[in-house]
């Protein structure tokens, strides 16, 4: 069964940066990791930046515009999240969404960002 890891997570002050990445726990599935949600706490996951490649499209929240940055490895197996200048606002758990055979793959456990001021 094909599992999501996301790591890169972590404690920062308000400015600093982290790097998230995601994949398939056994990098030999062939995943197609395209986005990444956000869900602080109490509150709903939501879409907080998309990358389809082959569209050539590319797309973000509106609050992380300018901060957040998404990327893939050349194969689309790894998704990567750049976020600078993080705010306090940005806490809460990120988590990746991966295609693989056509189907979205459940979702992973998430990584932690806390972000304090």
């Known amino acids: 069964q094909v599992q999501i890891v996301e790591s890169g997570g972590g404690s920062a002050q308000a400015g600093g940066s982290l790097r998230l990445s995601c994949g398939a726990s056994n990098p030999t599935y062939a995943v197609d990791c395209m986005s990444w949600f956000h869900q602080a706490p109490g509150k709903e996951r939501e879409a907080v930046a998309y990358i389809d490649d082959e569209r050539n499209e590319i797309r973000y929240l509106e609050s992380v515009k300018g901060r957040f940055t998404i990327s893939q490895e050349n194969d689309k197996k790894v998704l990567y999240l750049q976020m600078n200048n993080l705010k306090p606002e940005d806490s809460g758990v990120y988590y990746c969404?991966?295609?693989?055979?056509?189907?979205?793959?459940?979702w992973g456990r998430g990584t932690q960002v806390t972000v304090t001021s």
């Open positions: 969404r991966c295609l693989f055979a056509s189907r979205w793959v459940d």
